[in-house]
Structure formats: structure tokens, C-alpha cells
Nanobody
Framework: QVHLAESGGGLVQPGGSLRLSCVTSGLNFVDADMNWYRQQLGKERELVAFITSGGYTSYADSVEGRFTISRDNTKTTIYLQMIDLKPEDTGVYYC?????????WGQGTQVTVSS
């Protein structure tokens, strides 16, 4: 059974940083393409960043240069390092496995950027 569990969300001031983690189990993680999505209040869920099994990364324009996605295959975990956070980054962040569309989702972790 596949399980994805996000952690690391919280309340942070504008300009601050957070690191999200997504621990997975039940996947062939080494061969899995992984994603971070977010859903902001009243908006559709959007792709923030993805990383292929080979380590290629891509980002939404709104987070390029501020967010970094990475993976640790030995821990079957992906990360999202977020710096220079803005109020518009507020939302629920989800990790997901697979593309077109993802096959598995975590339960999400709330990120709130506010002074």
C-alpha cells in the first residue's frame, strides 16, 4: 500500500523559510517522478515543483529561484526548501507521485505566510 506523508508546514513571517518533507512508503521510489502541489483558498490545486527519477527539476514561475525540490532515495523522501516566502505562498502543500495526473497523494500540510 502506497503512503505519502507530508510534514514541515506552519506559520512563518514574510521573507522567512520553511522546509517541507514527504516520506513515502510502498513505492518503487527510485523510479518515481515526484511532485509538490499547492492549493490556495478558492483556487485550483497547482503544480509547484517536480523532480524526475533522474533528478531533473522544474518549477512554477511564481516560485522559481525561491523554492528547491530535492529527493533522498535512501530515505524514500522528497523535500521542498522554501525561502523568501510571500503571503501568496500560503496554502496547503501536497506531495504526489507520478505525472499526467499523479497516482498517489499525501494528506497535505498547511503553510501560512503572515505577519
Amino acid at each position: 500500500q502506497v503512503h505519502l506523508a507530508e510534514s514541515g508546514g506552519g506559520l512563518v513571517q514574510p521573507g522567512g523559510s520553511l522546509r517541507l518533507s514527504c516520506v513515502t512508503s510502498g513505492l518503487n521510489f527510485v523510479d518515481a517522478d515526484m511532485n509538490w502541489y499547492r492549493q490556495q483558498l478558492g483556487k485550483e490545486r497547482e503544480l509547484v515543483a517536480f523532480i524526475t527519477s533522474g533528478g531533473y527539476t522544474s518549477y512554477a514561475d511564481s516560485v522559481e529561484g525561491r523554492f528547491t525540490i530535492s529527493r533522498d532515495n535512501t530515505k524514500t523522501t522528497i523535500y521542498l526548501q522554501m525561502i523568501d516566502l510571500k503571503p501568496e505562498d500560503t496554502g496547503v502543500y501536497y506531495c504526489a507521485e507520478g505525472v499526467g495526473p499523479p497516482s498517489h497523494w499525501g494528506q497535505g500540510t498547511q503553510v501560512t505566510v503572515s505577519s
